[in-house]
Each structure stands twice: as C-alpha cells, then as structure tokens.
Nanobody, 115 residues
Framework: QVQLVESGGGLVQAGGSLRLSCVAS????????MGWYRQVPGKQRDLVAS???????NYADFAKGRFTISSDIAKNTMYLEMNSLKPEDTAIYYC?????????WGQGTQVTVSS
C-alpha cells in the first residue's frame, strides 16, 4: 500500500517562504501524477499545483509566479516551494498521488501565514 507523508508546514510571516515535501513509500512517481492541494475548514479542497510523471506542471492561478512544484524520482519525493506567502495561503496542504490503479492522499501539513 502506497503511503504519502507531508512535511515542511509551519508558521511564517507574510512575504516569507516555505518548502513542503511529500515522500511516497513506493517507487511509482514516474507512472503517476502528483499534486498539492489545500483546504481551509468549511471549504472545498482546491488544487494548488500538479506534476505528471513526465514532468509537466500545472498551477492554480493563485499559485502562478509564487509557488513551484517539483519532484525527485530517485528520492520518491515531491516538493512545493512557496514564496511571497500571503495570509490567504493559510490552509492545510495535502499531497496526492494518482494513476490508473490508485488514488492516495497524505495526512496534510498545516501552513499558517501571519500578517
């Protein structure tokens, strides 16, 4: 069973940066699409960015120019570099891995941006 573990969340001031990591228990990155999502209590979970097994990336409008998604297949790890953070970026950030056979979510990591 594939498991995803996020890390790197925390408290940061507006304008600051954080790098989130998501480690997968199996070597399946090259055959999967990976993504970062975020959710505020009471609201739906929204896509932040995604990266395909071939390296193609996609970003939500709010993430463009500030966030960068990347992956290190050798380490089974995906990253989300977040810069110029804003208070409205405060949320729980989840990583997701999906392919034809599975759809797995991590447990989430809290990101809090203070004004």
């Amino acid at each position: 069973q594939v498991q995803l573990v996020e890390s790197g969340g925390g408290l940061v001031q507006a304008g600051g940066s954080l790098r989130l990591s998501c480690v997968a228990s199996g070597n399946i990155f090259s055959r999967s699409t990976m993504g970062w999502y975020r959710q505020v209590p009471g609201k739906q979970r929204d896509l932040v960015a995604s990266i395909s097994g071939g390296g193609s990336t996609n970003y939500a409008d709010f993430a463009k120019g500030r966030f960068t998604i990347s992956s290190d297949i050798a380490k089974n790890t995906m990253y989300l570099e977040m810069n110029s953070l804003k208070p409205e970026d405060t949320a729980i950030y989840y990583c997701r891995l999906n392919n034809l056979l599975i759809d797995v979510w991590g447990q989430g990591t809290q990101v809090t941006v203070s004004s």
